[in-house]
């Protein structure tokens, strides 16, 4: 999710959604520790609960980025495990790490003997061809016993390191949802948290049989209104009202906070095009949200001339044809 779960995107999904955990986009110890701060950190205290996902190998640079996430005020610190891209792997992080559980695990006490927060790894289930049950039970086993880790997000798809973009891989190979119910079975004790190609509040709902909780990445970028039932469904909340032109007004608000501030509307509007997928008229709308010709209007003007999608613009639609 890099360049995506921005806190322009993080403040949109929380609109939606009142308690689900948001993360951050992958943000590397060397991005921390020699850049700029303040850019990588900040967020919005609506964003509660949120935490900051790390990409790193050296136990004591994390244990000094984990110190900068409690003292912004995050909710919990997570080792990104899983990332197959080319450009982590050199960085001598992200998936090719499961081959390093020992390292791991001391990485994961080093920022806990700093800091107070929680801190959780994001993994696969294994990594390149391998499809042996028992690395990826061993992996969760030496991060808990040594290092101390409770809660484990299992991406539940290998990361090949060779041979395939991180595009391919997220369909290459196929999806083993048993191997994490079977970590869970290994390991009652411990969160474990299923993620990979669920979509739809059955799927979810399914999957909270087999494990403690389902992390949504993509799917929740794409059709950000699937996740509009959840607060009530899946934590017992009562039905806020909330509309998508509700949202949308909310974010017209938040877009004109952020122009004060010198930030361009379009930072924020490219988070939300997905909004009104699969309504009549959504690409109209898209495309007004997404046309740079107009960034120097203000959001307001912008929202006022879109017609809201729906089945009201289909039929005006049609009656226009």
Known sequence: MMDWTDLHCRYFHRQITRHTRLY???????????????????????????????????????????????RWGYDEVNLNCGCPSERVQRGAFGACLMAEPVLVADCVKAMQDVSSLPVT?????????????????????????????????????????????????????????????????DFPALTIVINGGLAGDEAIAEQLQHVDGVMLGREA???????????????????????????????????TRQ??????????????????????????????????????EAPRSVFDRVPRPGPGLASAMQRGA
């Open 121 to 185: 790894v994001k993994h696969r289930i294994g990594i390149d061809r391998g499809e042996s049950y028992e690395f990826v039970r061993d992996f969760v086993g030496t991060v808990w016993q040594r290092g101390g880790c409770k809660v484990f997000i299992v991406h539940a798809r290998n990361a090949w390191l060779q041979g395939l973009s991180p595009k391919e891989n997220r369909e290459v190979p196929p999806l083993r949802y048993e191997m994490v119910h079977h970590l869970k079975r």
């Open 221 to 255: 970028y794409h059709n950000p209104w699937s996740m509009a039932q959840w607060d009530q469904r899946f934590f017992g909340d009562a039905d806020t009202g909330l509309t998508r032109e509700g949202l949308e007004r909310n974010m017209v608000d938040y877009m």
């Open 24 to 70: 951050t986009e992958m943000v590397t110890t060397g991005a921390l520790l020699h850049g700029d701060v303040p850019r990588h950190l900040d967020f919005n205290h609506e964003e509660h609960p949120v935490a900051l996902q790390l990409g790193g190998s050296e136990p004591a640079d994390l244990a000094a980025c984990a110190r900068l996430a409690e």
């Open 259 to 296: 122009t004060v501030r010198g930030v361009p509307w379009t930072h924020v509007s490219r988070h939300m095009l997905g909004l009104w997928n699969g309504a009549p008229g959504a690409r109209r709308w898209r495309q007004a949200w997404s046309d740079h010709r107009l960034k120097s």
